[in-house]
């Protein structure tokens, strides 16, 4: 479980290069005030970000597959899977629920703000 979240962390790395990169974009093409601006940027920079996810949820789940099966009894194997599946229903299901919460918290009075607002100028 470890070299998985190892990969998590990996990841959002990545991912927050890839941001980097995409905010430069929008700043030198003009879209620092327009939030509906469409940068002209590939969607591969994303691709090591879908690649090392996959990674960390394969490892994650063998990980926790694996400690379920060494921890209860050879008998109640089945339930060992089942409780791993229904640890990550839940881990999705907090993740929608916070995000819901973000997005309505952080609306505000419909104003938008762009990414690029009030940097670089």
Request: glycine fraction near 10%; proline fraction near 3%; charge should be negative.
């Amino acid at each position: 479980m470890g070299a998985g979240l190892f990969a998590t962390c990996l990841s959002t790395a990545s991912l927050a290069v890839a941001e980097g990169i995409r905010r430069k974009m929008a700043i030198e093409e003009g879209f620092s005030e327009d939030p509906n601006g469409v940068v002209n940027m590939s969607v591969l920079w994303l691709l090591p970000r879908q690649i090392l996810d996959g990674f960390a949820e394969a490892l994650n789940a063998v990980g926790q597959n694996e400690f379920f099966i060494c921890e209860l009894p050879r008998s109640m194997s089945s339930i060992s899977s089942n409780l791993s599946q229904l640890g990550m229903s839940g881990a999705n299901l907090m993740a929608s629920l916070l995000l819901s919460i973000v997005d309505s918290v952080t609306k505000g009075e419909g104003k938008v703000y762009g990414p690029c607002k009030g940097e670089q100028e």
